[in-house]
Structures are given as C-alpha cells and as structure tokens.
C-alpha cells in the first residue's frame, strides 16, 4: 500500500481525496476497497516516517487544500522498491508438503489428493477463464492481463501436477 | 432416462502397426447430453484425435458403439457417415483445414450445399456467420490471405452453418497464438451459450477449462473426470486473486 | 552430387511407383512418336529433289527418232558437265499388264551410267547380254504389284514377248508412276542391248537418247532451244529437268504438306506434355525441397538434382522408344515410301535417332527447368512448414463461372478443383488442344479422301462406272455396241484435246468435248452451272487463276490451231492436269471451227457396277483388245489412303500419350490434394462424390480441350486444305467436314479422360480421412 501511495505520487503533489479517487479508479476490482480513514492513516505514517511531506494550499473561497508532496527519501524508497527483483521460484510448497506427507503417512491415497488438488485448479481456472472471456475484459488490458497471469501459473501448477501423478504412478508400479 | 446426444459404448480401436497391435481406444464409454459443452484432456498419443475422429464417423471402431443422435454410426458405410456428418457433426481442426482454392465464403457454403440446401439458402447463413463472427469482410479472399485467427473463424463458421447436432473441435486453438486463441475461445464459448452442443479434445488445461465438464483419458481409456461449476461472484474473484497471489 | 541423384531418384520411383510409370510411359511413348515422325519425315520431304541428287540424274534428256545420231556436238559443248552418252530405247513397244497396253519407255542399258544411275531398291541389275531380263522403276512396279521374279509381257514386233523381271529401280528419270501420273507419263524399264534387238530388230525403229547434266543448271530452258536450233529436223523430244520436277512433286505435294503438318503439331503437344508431366511432378515435391535445402543443398544443386534425376529417366524412356519406334517405322513408312518413289530410308541411321535423343532430352531439361529453378528458389520455412499448398492457389475466373452457373456441389467441386491451377490447367488443355487437332486432321483427311473419291475428283470429275476409249474401233461400232447392251443405264461421250491460251504460255490446257447425256453425270460443279449451249465452257478452278476471270467472262483458247472465245458459265472441281481443264460441249467444236469429229471416250453408268468387270471382258473379246476399258474405282488413291492411314495411326498413340498424360496430371494434382479431400470427406461428401469430382474434373479439361480443338483443327484444316486444293487445282473449296465423326469424338474423348482419371478417382475415394488430416 505504501508503495503504491508513493507510486501515485511521484507523478505529482495529490491532495488526499484525489489519491483515494486515483486508487479507487485502478484497483477498486483487485485490490480491496480503502475507506478516508485507512487512507490518511497512512499518509501521516508516511509524513511521520519522512517519506511524504505535507504543506497546505490557501484557498480564497473554500477551505484549505493540504496536499501531499514525495521527499528526497520517500523517492528512494520508491526506487528501491522498483529495483527490487521477486526472486525465487514460486511453488505451492503447502501442497508439495501435503503429498510427501501423505506418501509418508501411507493412510492417503496420494493420487486422491492430487486429483482433488487438479479439479480445484481446473474449477479456478474455469472461473477466471469466463472472467477473461466477459466483453468487458477488451476495455480493460490490466484486468486481463493480470488474469491471464493467474491463468498461465495454474496452467503450470495443473501440469506440475501431472509431473507428481506419473511420478507417483512409476513408483507405484 | 436421460437422453444423450452423443453416446459409446465399450469402444476400442485397435491399429496393427507392424505386426504389434496398438490399443488406441480401449472400453470407453462417453456421453454427451444436449447443450453440453465437453472436453476431453490427455496427453499426446492417449487416443483422445482417434475418439473425435471415431465420433464424427472419419474412423471406425474395432468394436464398441457410437450412437450420435439416435443413429448408430458404427454400423454404417463410409457413405452413409458421410451423409450423417452433413446434418450432425461440425468439424473444427488444430490446422484449421480451410479448402485452399476455395474463397472463404465458398468453404462456408460447401457443407450447406452438399447437405443440400439451396444456393440461396447457404448463402443466407453463410452471410449470417460471416457477421456473427466478425469477418464479412473476407468473404472473397482466399484462406492463404487470412490470419490463423481469421481461419480459425472461417473454420468454426463452416462448422456452424448446417447448425450440427454436435460441434467437435480437435486442438482448436493449437497453432494459435495466446493472443488470437483468446479470441477463438471466446467465440467458442459464445456458440456454446448459444446452446450449440460442443465436445473439445485438447491437451491444453485453457481451453479444457472452458467446458463444463473434462473428460481426463490415459493410453486410450477414460481416467477420470470432472464437472466445473459456473460460480456468479466472478466480481470478487479479482480480490481474492491478488490475495492469493500476493500473500 | 550422382550418388545423391542416384538415391533420391531410387527414393522417388519408390515412393511414387505409377507417377514414374507414368512419366517414363509417356516420355517413352513420345520418343517414339518422335522417331517415327522424324523418320516419316524424312522419307516424306521432297523426295523427288533427293532422288535427283543421288541419282545424279541429268538436267535434259533429249531424244531422237534417229537411232544413229551423232550427240558429240552435246557431248563436248562447254555448257555440258557430264552425260549418259547415247542410249538406245524403244518408245513403241507397250507393255501387257492386266490385259491392257502400257506405254512404256525401254532403254539399253547394260551397265549403268554414271549420269541418271538408277538406285537397285529390290532385286538386282540386268546382267549384260543376258536376254528378256528387265529392271522396273519402283513406282511402277509397285503400282501393279510387280516383284523381283515376275514374268512380263511386252508387245514385240513379232507378237509378245515374256521378260523376267529382276529388280526394280527408283529413278528421277521420269514422273513417280502413279494414279495421277499413269494417264499422261509411260513407265521406265530398262533391258540389256540384245534384249532390245530380240522385241524390235528393226532399228529404224529405234530412238536415240541422251541425259545431259548443265554446269547452270538454271538455263536448261534455253539450252534447249540451241540444241534444236543445232538439230533442227533429227530430234522428237527434248526434256528439262524443271519441268519433270514441277510434275513429279505435284503429285506429292499433298503427301508431303499433310506429313510436315502433322509432323510439327505432334512434336509441339509431345514438347507440352512432357513439360507438364514433369513441371507438376518437380512442384508436388514442394516440401521434399524445402527438406533438401534445409540439409544443405544449395538452391542451384536442388535445380541440378531434378535436372539430373529426370534426365536419367528420360534417357531410359529414350532408348526404349526409339527402339520402339524403329520396330513400328518400317511398317508405317515402307507403304509411304513406295508410293512417294523413293528407297525406303535407312531406318537405322545415326542422325535422325541422335536428334530423337536430343529432342527428348532438350524437352526434358526444359520442362525440368523451369520448375526446378522454382524449386530452387523455394523458401526453406515455408515449404517444410506449410507445404505447398497455400503458395498460388487462386480463384480463377472458370472456377467463380462454376459457381454463378448454380452446378450441383460436386461437378462445381470438380471444375474448381481442376482450374485452381491454372498454368498446368492451360498446359493440360494446350497438350490435349493439339492431339485433338491432330485427330481432327486424320479425320478431315480420311473424310475429304473418301468424299473426293465418291465424287470421282481423281477421275476427271465425272460420276461414271466405266470409261472406254474406242482408240481405232469405229465411232458407229462402239456407240451401237453400248447403246444396245441392257447393263448401261446412260452414257456420255467426250473427245479429249489439248489446247492453249492465246499468248501461247507453255501451260496445256485439256478440252473435254461433251455430247451425250453428260448432264445427267455429276459433275462437282462449285460455281455457276453446267454447260448447256455450244460456246459455254465450265473450267477447272486453275484455268481461271490462269486466265484471271471469273464466272460470265468471255475467254479466248488455241483449239488445234484456231482462236475460240468460250464464254465460261461455271466452275468444277477437278485434279487431272493440275485443273488446267475446260469442259464444252462437242457442238462447239463443230461450230467454231466447222470440222465434223467424233468422240473418242465413252463414259458409262452401268445397272449394276459388280457387272463392269464380266462387261470389260465381254467387250474386249469381242474387239479383239483393240479397245481400253477402264472400271472406274471409287477408291481414292493408295498414296493419300496410306498417308492418311499413317496419321491415323499417329494419331491413335498421340492418343495414348495424351491419356497417359492426362491420368499422370490428374495423379499429381489429386496427391497434392489429398488433403483437401480429407477436408471434404470430414464435411460430408461421400466416397463415390468425390472419385466423381475428379473424373469430372479430368471431363471438363477434355471436353474444353475437345472444343478449343476442333475450332482450331477446323480453321487450321480448313486453311491447309484449301491451300491443298489450289495447289492441285481442284480449288479452294475443297473441303469435306464430317460431322458424324466430330460428333462421335465427344464420347470418345469423355471416355478417355474417364479411363484416364478412374484410378486417381478410386485412390481419393478410397483415401482415409485420418491419414489425410494428419497433421505433420
């Protein structure tokens, strides 16, 4: 969330309700939704931590605007937050221990868990296939996009899957 | 009892291939109840082009039945599958198999004429799939001039126009990019909501995923299967992903 | 780069066991219509100019009823190169063929000379001093089928004598003896100097003779007139050489256009059928090139290694149709031959069957190269990815006419199938153009023959059984004799005279005087009617070219000496003397030169035409032989009959090859549709619609060839002939279409391209869906 607020206004200076509108237009389908207080909650620890500072526009006919302005060091931050690099290979290492375990235990059908854990993924994957294939998905790349994503690693998982099913299999035999 | 529209039993195929026999097919029972969308999931080699091709009446089996329709397809000449498929079957391919000295238009039209129909009428359908599908435009051209996704159109149209019992689709998105395979699965599922019956033979988990349900085979026979339930929250599914995903 | 060739083409005829069949059939099938036809030719062109040469024949003859004279004047002029030196002959001495006199020239000559030696074809020469043997000439001999071994009867001074004959000669000496020639030339013979004594030992009797060969060839004509003004009383003839040639390859002239004709077309549609035999053959192995490239081969070698491949094939198919071809030669030539009076050709010499090679060959390369070079350029990806297929196929115009016309699904399937290759649709059609034309030629050829032959246009354009010639036999003797017998019906009598134009050009001119009931003979008149009046004439079609008139001029001729104005009222058709022939009634003679004459020939129709031979017989007893009587035949002459039969049988193995071409294309183009096939089988054609998509495709190209065809072979047929006819003066509209044959080459062509295109169309029936769809 930080990051994100940071993000937003590296571009430049937002009064607070701007930055609830600007987030609420990206991520209102993604991410969940934020309330006002969530918000400046989170701004005054950023302040706080001296990553945003925060000065006050005098407005003749309305009240005045306090908008929120990235420091030297919030930027930092940011671009620290860019150059980081996810490492690792991303595996469900839950369900990976499960069927060692149940291989181990020997009072579960390991092939059980394993088409049990593929109708999931397939019952996923259909789920968001439809989401993908819903006009309103043309209009919206980002979505889709990041469906498609979702889509691609399960896709991977589900043959992961058939990986651990023959290996079980040879065993078996 | 229900009624399928598309049904085998104990069906087998065996190929002699030098001497050894190959079990493409063994003892597979399927059925396909009207306005269902199947698809059958498997590796390459596990039989699942022999079972589409032994549906659509291109093959026959070594024993077993298939009955598409109330008719009982293996007891027939090639002939007369040839003459059931005009009214029953729709066939889509991996490679597409447009006519290439044909124009779009005529491979639509082909199937209505053979069928039967009059020239007007296959042009009045042909016209309406062309538009349904986005490519009245292309009428004229030749397969060669069109895009894999554009063929892909035109095949699934062709498929469509004597409105089959059933829709079979080998690979349908296989020589496809991400991007025009997106497009084709929609326009399959948008025939599907149509209440086209559709049954889907692939090894690629997308397109399986479309189906309600997956048949899983394994060195010709049926391993497995599973019925996907259509959920109405897709809204929140968003949510729950980027948690799923990010945490 | 062999060892590569080698395999791959050990590969292909594997792989592709009767497409190579095929191809070898047809290319052996043409070497061996090409060696036929180039031997035919050969014997065909200008024969008489080749027998010239090789005889050495002299470029006068000249002759003298004075048996003594003295030709040292000739001998030594400085015009003069060589000669024959003087000859004894004998011009009066007939002789006896089927019981009718022959004119026939003999001449002494027991060794002979180095000028106008005689070519021996069969048999032997006259041993010297040897009595009663005689050498024939060819033509004559052949004409009455006279062999080697064969007794002769010659009228002698003291009766008849019999001559053995021991062989028979070809000879430019005089005119090829033939139905044309027969009436207006006597034969040649020759016979040893004691030989000539024994039938006339009178040699005031004798003539004097001798051939001169010119160092100008070209001034034989005058030449001739000094060597009259040198013996202005002593000589009875002289003969130059370009006037025997003019009548000597007359007669030949039709033989030898047909040939030439025939000859051309045929090896232009073996050129394209080879062309597209292979041309289709090299791109249906689209992808086996791309595969080729991908393993290295340069795109040069890829053009060289079909290049290769198929001349080895071509090579084999070579040697075997020329081989074939000289096994059937003789039997189609050695007829020819005889009737164009020449040797037949050595079928065995080296140059023609090089040049069959060559041809063969050369066709090959050309028909390989293009494509290969093609193949050459492939582009590597494309062919290995997606094959040939989507490269040029196009819509063509015939295939959205297909459409329009609304045909029922599988005949439009069919006709769009065979044009989606245009080039090699052309190609087929272009091939199978010309073997129709030649059909269509051998057709028109048998059809003008036969119609000429039933309207007599070789016999003097009458329409009667029986010609007979009074010769001595009093005009009130004969007349009684032919009115009084119950077999003749009618009769018309003609006397025959030779005339000029007035300005006294060389060319003569035949009258045939008419009385009788000559209107009632059918006369081909092909302008303007029938002479009714005294002073009309009806002319032969070269008498007006001569006289550059038309129908209603008045002309003028020389009529033993006097001037005539004819006023010509119509046109016939007629061949005898080149159609310098004017037929007029007998009363004109009468009248314009106011002398009484008789007729001298009697024309017949006779109740029953099996009855002329036991009448000729009855009448000759009774004439003790002093009549002729000829029974007309309604046969056209051996020479174009033979002719005619030759390209007939031409045409039939151009038939063949088109077939086998036709099935070859009609293979390729279903191999590399196999897929398109599968494709429809899977939307629901039967089996049996598609074998009927493919015969009808093969129908279409040969009913679209047949059509194209015919236009062509008419007009073309149309043109020669005419050109023919002015050639022999029987004019231009000398032209004969049998409809009924033309009706029947529509079936006969059906079946063909059905026969040709049943197994293609069994093999895409019986092709599996599953292995077609295959995706590689």
Redesign the interface.
């Known amino acids: 969330m930080k990051n994100l607020f940071l993000a937003l206004l590296a571009r430049q200076p937002t009064h607070g309700y701007e930055l609830m509108q600007m987030y609420e237009g990206m991520f209102s389908t993604v991410l969940p939704t934020l309330n006002a207080g969530q918000i400046y909650t989170t701004l005054s620890r950023m302040e706080r931590d001296g990553l945003v500072r925060k000065s006050t526009i005098v407005q003749a006919h309305r009240p005045d605007k306090r908008v929120y302005a990235l420091t030297e060091k919030g930027g930092e931050v940011l671009q620290a937050w860019f150059n980081e690099v996810l490492t690792g290979p991303r595996i469900k290492d839950n369900f990976y221990l499960k069927l060692m375990g149940a291989g181990l235990s020997g009072t579960v059908d390991p092939s059980q868990l394993i088409k049990n854990q593929r109708r999931e993924y397939l019952q996923t994957l259909h789920n968001l296939n439809t989401l993908s294939l819903e006009p309103e998905m043309t209009e919206n790349p980002s979505k889709l996009v990041l469906i498609q994503g979702a889509m691609l690693h399960l896709k991977a998982d589900l043959e992961w899957l058939d990986l651990c099913e023959e290996m079980f299999n040879e065993g078996a035999r | 009892m229900e009624t399928y529209l598309l049904e085998t039993k104990q069906l087998t195929k065996v190929y002699r291939n030098n001497g050894s026999k190959v079990h493409a097919l063994q003892e597979v029972d399927l059925a396909v109840k009207p306005g269902e969308m199947v698809a059958v999931m498997g590796?390459s080699g596990c039989g699942k082009s022999?079972l589409l091709?032994i549906l659509?009446g291109?093959?026959n089996p070594t024993s077993g039945e298939v009955h598409i329709n109330g008719q009982r397809l293996d007891k027939m000449s090639?002939?007369q599958r040839?003459?059931?498929?005009?009214?029953q079957?729709g066939?889509m391919?991996?490679?597409f198999?447009?006519?290439?000295?044909?124009?779009v238009g005529?491979n639509i039209e082909?199937?209505a004429?053979?069928?039967g129909l009059s020239?007007r009428q296959a042009r009045k359908r042909r016209d309406a799939l062309l538009e349904d599908l986005g490519i009245s435009d292309k009428s004229r051209n030749?397969?060669?001039q069109l895009s894999g996704g554009e063929r892909q159109r035109v095949a699934l149209a062709?498929a469509l126009v004597n409105q089959p019992t059933i829709l079979l689709a080998d690979e349908p998105t296989g020589n496809l990019d991400?991007k025009t395979a997106?497009e084709v699965?929609?326009l399959l599922?948008q025939t599907h909501m149509q209440g086209q019956t559709i049954l889907i033979v692939t090894n690629?988990?997308?397109v399986?995923?479309?189906a309600q349900r997956?048949v899983f085979m394994r060195d010709g026979r049926i391993i497995?299967e599973?019925i996907?339930?259509?959920?109405d929250d897709?809204?929140t599914?968003?949510?729950e992903?980027?948690n799923l995903?990010g945490g | 780069m062999l060892v590569a060739v080698w395999r791959k083409l050990w590969a292909d005829i594997k792989s592709h066991k009767l497409q190579f069949v095929l191809i070898a059939s047809v290319l052996t099938l043409s070497a061996m219509l090409f060696t036929i036809s180039l031997l035919v030719m050969g014997s065909a062109h200008e024969p008489w100019e080749r027998i010239f040469e090789e005889t050495n024949a002299p470029h006068i003859w000249i002759s003298s009823h004075q048996y003594d004279l003295d030709f040292t004047p000739m001998i030594e002029h400085p015009e003069v190169s060589e000669t024959t030196g003087g000859m004894a002959a004998l011009a009066n001495n007939p002789l006896m063929i089927e019981g009718e006199k022959r004119p026939v020239y003999l001449y002494a000559m027991d060794d002979p000379p180095q000028v106008a030696h005689p070519i021996l074809a069969e048999g032997r020469w006259i041993l010297s001093g040897v009595l009663d043997e005689i050498v024939l000439d060819y033509s004559f001999g052949h004409f009455y089928s006279l062999n080697v071994g064969d007794e002769i009867k010659v009228l002698a001074a003291d009766g008849t004598r019999d001559l053995e004959v021991v062989g028979l000669a070809v000879t430019a000496h005089w005119f090829p003896y033939n139905e044309v020639t027969k009436d207006i030339a006597p034969a040649v013979g020759y016979l040893s100097q004691v030989t000539l004594e024994a039938i006339q030992p009178d040699m005031e009797q004798w003539y004097s003779v001798i051939g001169l060969r010119l160092k100008q060839p070209e001034i034989s004509k005058e030449f001739i007139d000094r060597v009259y003004e040198a013996f202005p009383t002593q000589l009875t003839s002289a003969i130059e050489w370009q006037w025997v040639e003019q009548n000597a390859t007359f007669a030949n002239t039709i033989n030898v256009m047909f040939m030439g004709l025939f000859s051309v077309l045929g090896l232009i549609a073996v050129g394209l059928i080879i062309f597209n035999t292979i041309g289709g053959q090299v791109l249906s192995q689209y992808q086996e090139i791309g595969l080729l490239k991908a393993a290295g081969f340069k795109p040069g070698q890829v053009t060289l290694l079909f290049l290769l491949e198929h001349l080895v094939v071509g090579l084999l198919a070579a040697v075997v149709g020329i081989g074939l071809g000289l096994m059937l030669a003789p039997g189609l030539i050695s007829p020819l031959a005889e009737n164009l009076n020449t040797p037949p050709p050595d079928i065995f010499a080296p140059g023609p069957l090089l040049i069959v090679f060559f041809l063969v060959e050369s066709a090959i390369a050309i028909a390989t190269l293009l494509p290969a070079w093609r193949g050459g350029k492939i582009n590597t990806v494309q062919a290995i990815t997606v094959g040939y297929q989507s490269q040029d196929y196009r819509v063509s115009g015939l295939a959205h006419l297909a459409t329009r016309l609304c045909l029922p699904t599988v005949v439009s399937l069919g006709v769009k199938d065979t044009f989606s290759k245009p080039l090699r649709a052309a190609m087929s059609i272009t091939g199978m153009v010309l073997t129709i034309v030649i059909v269509i030629t051998s057709i028109e050829a048998q059809s003008t023959s036969k119609e000429l032959a039933k309207n007599r246009v070789y016999d003097q354009g009458t329409s009667a059984d029986m010609k007979v010639v009074r010769n001595f036999v009093p005009e009130e003797v004969i007349r009684n004799e032919i009115l009084n017998h119950p077999d003749v019906t009618r009769f018309y009598t003609e006397l025959p005279l030779f005339g000029q134009t007035p300005d006294y050009s060389e060319q003569p001119i035949l009258f045939r005087l008419l009385s009788g009931a000559y209107q009632d003979f059918n006369f081909q008149l092909k302008e303007g009617r029938m002479i009714k009046a005294p002073g009309e004439a009806v002319v032969g079609y070269a008498v007006l070219d001569l006289l550059d008139a038309k129908i209603g001029n008045q002309v003028e001729f020389i009529i033993e000496g006097t001037l005539v104005e004819l006023t010509i009222v119509g046109r016939y058709m007629e061949s005898f003397n080149t159609g310098f022939v004017v037929l007029s009634n007998l009363e004109t003679y009468k009248e314009k030169l106011g002398i009484e004459v008789q007729p001298l020939v009697y024309y017949l129709r006779l109740e029953d035409f099996t009855a002329a031979e036991s009448l000729r017989s009855e009448w000759l007893t009774e004439t003790k032989d002093l009549i002729s009587i000829k029974i007309i035949k309604k046969e056209p002459p051996t020479s174009t009959a033979q002719l005619v039969d030759l390209i007939t049988s031409l045409g039939l193995i151009m038939v063949v090859v088109t077939g086998a071409n036709l099935m070859s294309t009609s293979l390729l183009s279903v191999r590399e549709r196999s897929r398109d096939f599968g494709i429809q089988k899977a939307l629901g054609l039967t089996p049996a619609q598609i074998g009927l998509s493919v015969i009808i495709g093969s129908i279409t190209i040969a009913v679209i060839s047949l059509l194209v065809g015919i236009a062509i072979g008419l007009l073309l047929m149309q043109e020669f002939i005419q050109q023919v006819g002015i050639q022999i003066g029987a004019g231009p509209d000398f032209f004969f279409i049998h409809w009924g044959y033309m009706m029947m080459l529509l079936p006969l062509v059906v079946l063909l391209a059905i026969a040709s295109s049943l197994w293609p169309a069994y093999w895409s029936a019986r092709l599996k869906v599953v292995d077609a769809l295959r995706y590689e």
């Open positions: 590796p022999t091709h659509g291109l093959d090639e002939a040839a003459v059931l498929r005009r009214k079957v066939f391919f991996q490679a198999n447009l006519i290439g000295n044909l124009s005529d082909l199937p004429l053979v069928a020239v030749i397969p060669a062709r991400s997106y699965l929609r599922r690629d988990p997308n399986a995923s479309l997956v497995n599973t996907l339930q259509e959920r897709t809204k599914l968003l949510v992903l980027l995903e």
